[in-house]
């Protein structure tokens, strides 16, 4: 087999990796320039020169993609996807058990990235909050389709951005050193509640 017939030489490796870098590069300024909403990967795709399909075969999706520009762990993507992966009746304890599943892993995670003070980056920072209204709250506002979807999803916020900053910021106990399924257990209710449970405004 003459180099030019295998498929593992350094060249093509280095091309492959190259278009990777510069779909990111483009990806970065994109999505700073048109928000995360405003930009899509056919976009991307057309500006770095590749193909959409290899965008997808890098990344997976335009989560995916997003996750790898702001230096999100990669796990965040398909455990957002696993929240709606279900009915409405459970979905509290699903939110809360993906919240605890992946900040207990990576303090990289979306969540502890927004509760951090003086963020270094004003504009990933916005960036960021776009993308957690879109693929999360937004999509929790569309399941309920009810008048006060928006304000109920937003309930939710207030509730695991709480419980984020109580067990990995400040580090109040016992929330600090209870186990997830305990927290789970505690929460998960509270978190339907606001989703789908009675609310008589005063």
Known sequence: ????????????????????????????????????SGTTVRTIAAAAGVDPAMVFYFFGTKQGLFSAVIDMSGSVPPAIESIFDGGLDIIGERIVRTLLENLDKSDRTPLVMLTRSAPTDPRSEALLREFIDREITGRLAALLDTPDAALRASMVDVQILGLAVARYIVRIEPIASSSIDDLVAMFGPLVQHCLTGQITPS
């Open 1 to 36: 087999m003459t180099e030019h017939d295998n498929p593992r030489r350094p060249g093509r490796w280095r091309s492959g990796a190259e278009s990777k870098q510069r779909v990111l590069q483009v990806a970065r300024e994109l999505f700073d320039q048109n928000g995360y």
